[in-house]
């Protein structure tokens, strides 16, 4: 008792110094006195007035766009165990404060470390263990680990086994996973979220739960609906899949103007029924600058194999590519995460460890879903559009295999069968200021428009973990309404959002939880979902 005395006392000599801030101060008396007497306030805890506020929040946004806003959290939380997690939610519920949860700062609108009301951050740097069992072929991942590092750690441990998520390796599990989650295996194996069979969750009244607490439709939403609107995802229990010990990785870059529009034309036809061991994706984008600007298509693979099972596979599924075996380098499948990323695979594995993303810029994206093949004449008119622009991408991920083969409604991620593809529409600039950064979304604003008539509809697709508000957002704080947030939740999960609703209901009915894309609850009104 007298240690832990001795530790509010600490703490309170610390509040003597730092801001007389109304809405801090109660807030941070009220998590220190839930805090377990063994907890370093000073190390969890971080206002405005301490010297690792700014570091800390800066050290994960990922998108550059947002540096420069005016919305900052009242304390940044970096716990070191659940407990300190639940002391946070009681704390902030009670006074009123949002939450936003970090663990890699990918969120493409900024929403884990931005907000619009009083609100604090709770960084999950810490939550960053991996225990792998190969006897069961199981890993159990916390929130704050970067794929990069489950890769590195089952690497470390195995040369046959993978795991298919994405393939930027700074993107943190806990988002990555809550959205669903895909990279190269997902013709294979399908999601992420495909596999994770058990999770740790802190709801909004500070219980912790796992799978049999939390209950099937909860364990269900949070596997592709968004983790954010339901609880505080510690840990995730995945199921790893095999892989070979030698897998084939080739890139062949054609220009649109030497044969590359008739390729990508062909690519559409067939990419979704190659053998499920081949993932070809397609990356569309300007090369050189000024009279010598090009647009250039990479066709970007992994095959679960050698070049000797490749080669007579290509000639049959796709001979116009041309693909030569001096155009394809084996390696390991945890080898194969690096090539992807962008490195070389015999550079250390520990490049996967680096938490700097090696190409980043402000950007906007956006996306959609093809359900039947482009004209060719309307490729022409993306090639025009990208000429307007400089740093401007498509990225167009296969679909087909597994993805076909599992139902629509197995998790709330619904794309599944009948998706040729997904489209990533990416635009970058260099220079952070506001009238650049509207510039560049006007562009991509009309490149969108134009696709509308060749892409998914009633809904229009879009995928989660590519989050888009121009889509739309709550705007009504608690009382958002299940009515209003159709008009973005249809577009990422179709008929999955009632149920999402529904259990967003039972898990969270007073919306603690929320942003401007969160889940609503589906509040019940004589029967009828209130608008």
């Not at 040369?159 to 988002?175: K, R, S, Y």
Request: aromatic content about 12%; charged content about 20%; proline content about 4%.
């Amino acid at each position: 008792m007298e240690f832990l005395v001795l530790v509010l006392s600490l703490f309170l000599s610390l509040v003597s110094c730092a801001s007389s801030d109304p809405t801090t101060e109660p807030l941070r008396l009220c998590m220190t006195t839930q805090l377990s007497y063994y907890s370093e306030v000073s190390q969890i805890i971080h206002t405005s007035n301490s010297s690792s506020y700014s570091s800390i929040l800066k050290s994960s946004q990922q998108n550059p766009r947002w540096l420069n806003s005016t919305s900052k959290p009242l304390l940044i939380l970096t716990p070191f165990n659940e407990s300190e997690i639940h002391a946070a939610v009681l704390c902030s519920k009670k006074r009123g404060i949002q939450i936003r949860v970090r663990s890699g700062g990918h969120d493409y609108e900024g929403l884990s470390y931005l907000c619009k009301t009083p609100f604090i951050i709770i960084d999950m740097i810490n939550f960053k263990s991996i225990d792998i069992n190969l006897a069961d072929e199981t890993a159990w991942v916390q929130s704050g680990a970067t794929l990069g590092e489950l890769y590195y750690s089952i690497g470390k441990k195995s040369d046959v086994h993978g795991f298919p998520a994405g393939i930027c390796p700074t993107v943190g599990v806990g988002g990555h996973f809550s959205g669903g989650g895909f990279g190269t295996l997902i013709r294979k194996y399908g999601l992420a979220a495909d596999h994770v069979i058990d999770a740790i969750l802190i709801d909004a009244n500070g219980k912790i739960m796992n799978r049999k607490t939390m209950g099937e439709d909860l364990f269900w939403a949070i596997r592709g609906g968004g983790g954010a609107s339901f609880g505080i995802i510690v840990s995730w229990k995945i199921k790893l899949v095999q892989v070979p010990k030698i897998v084939t990785g080739f890139t062949v870059s054609k220009l649109i103007s030497q044969g590359g529009s008739s390729l990508v034309n062909r690519w559409q036809y067939i990419a979704h029924n190659f053998h499920e061991d081949l993932f070809m994706r397609v990356i569309l984008q300007n090369v050189g600058s000024g009279s010598q600007k090009q647009v250039q298509a990479d066709f970007n693979s992994l095959f679960l194999g050698g070049i000797e099972t490749l080669m007579p596979l290509m000639k049959q599924s796709f001979p116009e590519l041309g693909l030569e075996a001096k155009d394809c380098i084996e390696m390991s499948w945890v080898q194969s995460a690096q090539y992807f990323a962008g490195y070389k695979k015999d550079q250390p594995l520990e490049v996967l460890l680096s938490k700097e993303v090696l190409y980043k810029s402000n950007f906007k994206a956006k996306s959609d879903y093809v359900v039947n093949p482009i004209p060719e004449i309307v490729l022409q008119g993306i090639w025009e559009r990208f000429m307007q622009e400089q740093l401007v991408f498509m990225i167009l991920d296969p679909y087909g295999g597994k993805m076909a083969e599992i139902s629509e409604f197995e998790i709330p991620f619904p794309h599944r069968k009948g998706n040729l593809y997904n489209i990533q529409y990416l635009v970058k600039w260099d220079v952070n200021e506001v009238s650049e950064a509207n510039k560049h979304m006007y562009w991509l604003d009309m490149l969108y428009r134009f696709m509308k008539p060749y892409v998914s509809n009633s809904p229009r697709g879009a995928y989660i973990n590519y989050k888009d508000l121009e889509l739309g957002t709550n705007n009504r704080g608690t009382n958002t309404s299940y009515m209003e947030a159709s008009s973005w939740g249809r577009k990422y999960y179709k008929n999955n959002f009632k149920r999402l609703a529904e259990v967003k209901s039972k898990v969270d009915p007073h919306n603690f939880f929320r942003n401007e894309q969160s889940i609503p609850p589906l509040r019940v009104l004589s029967g009828i979902g209130r608008v």
